[in-house]
């Protein structure tokens, strides 16, 4: 990796979400809120559905990966944007930079993923519902969370290595509050024309589980609107309002980020991240607990063992 003739360490600056001190202070104290409420919300997640013999099946498995993804996702960057807050330094090496990078990717395309294998688990429970169990396997759910890790590393590996290769001149200050591929292409002296060709490529490889999990609604839907009475359309339309809420919410700020030409990128742009980031993660836990009696049973009996203990 060559320097742009530059003789000291390589070091970025993280301009934050606007740029302004005023209005960082107000994201600082949000962030603060927001990234407790996320490991608590997440892990409850977790520790609910591990606790409860209930919810030892596919559905809750593949929520309970979602929810350790999430707390890594938020984990990867939230700390080190309050830490830099607290110091008033937004400086960041290059490899901390490439790392953040790295697990930024391979974390949201291993959420992507996840949601894609929880949509096709609700197109198998309602379209054949007799071979439910047989397709949804404990070692096909275990292979289709492996999968997802898989795809989401390979995917980011090759980003993290083209990113690597690159010079970086005098300005080395990143349009964000965290290193994103897309603000340090723009930095870059050397010739991104393969990056950015690349970065489309991942893109698409991201894409493909928002094609699956449109697939296995259009199946969902197909299957529902053949059921004769209400009640069970509704039950129907119930188990997946939580899913679709979350993919919406997620893919809508992912889409308005990432699928348009680099060129138009600016720090107004970082707002947008916060949102995939940090929101999205935390509204999951409220979004599939308070609209999931199960998962609302399996919390008030996790609060009272505490309790009692």
């Not at 999430?70 to 807050?85: C, Q, R």
């Not at 071979?131 to 980011?156: E, F, K």
């Not at 080395?172 to 970065?199: E, G, Q, W």
Request: charged residues 10%.
């Amino acid at each position: 990796m060559r320097e742009g003739n530059q003789s000291s360490p390589l070091n970025f600056i993280l301009l934050g979400i606007t740029g302004k001190q005023e209005q960082e202070d107000v994201f600082f104290i949000l962030f603060l809120f927001i990234y407790p409420i996320t490991l608590v919300g997440n892990l409850l997640i977790i520790l609910a559905i591990r606790s409860d013999v209930h919810l030892h099946n596919p559905m809750y498995f593949f929520l309970a990966n979602l929810s350790f993804v999430d707390i890594l996702f938020s984990s990867v960057t939230v700390p080190k944007m309050l830490a830099n807050h607290l110091l008033s330094s937004k400086a960041i090496s290059f490899g901390g930079c490439l790392t953040q990078m790295y697990f930024m990717i391979a974390l949201g395309n291993t959420d992507s993923y996840i949601l894609a294998v929880m949509a096709y688990d609700r197109a198998v429970a309602i379209s054949r519902p007799l071979h439910y169990t047989t397709i949804m396997s404990p070692r096909s759910c275990i292979l289709l969370v492996v999968g997802s890790w898989v795809i989401g590393n390979a995917n980011a590996l090759p980003h993290t290595l083209l990113t690597a290769r690159l010079s970086f001149c005098s300005n080395r200050n990143v349009a964000n509050f965290y290193c994103d591929i897309t603000p340090l292409l723009k930095l870059s002296c050397s010739d991104i024309h393969f990056n950015v060709k690349m970065m489309y490529l991942g893109v698409g490889v991201f894409s493909v589980p928002l094609i699956g999990i449109i697939i296995s609604y259009i199946r969902v839907f197909a299957t529902v609107l053949r059921v004769p009475s209400t009640k069970g359309m509704l039950k129907a339309f119930s188990t997946c309002g939580s899913h679709l809420t979350v993919v919406s919410l997620y893919y809508g700020t992912v889409m308005g980020m990432y699928f348009r030409p680099l060129t138009s990128y600016s720090l107004k742009d970082a707002v947008i991240t916060v949102m995939y980031m940090a929101v999205t993660p935390m509204l999951n836990p409220f979004i599939y607990s308070l609209r999931n009696r199960d998962m609302k049973a399996a919390l008030g009996k996790l609060f009272s063992r505490r309790i009692s203990s």
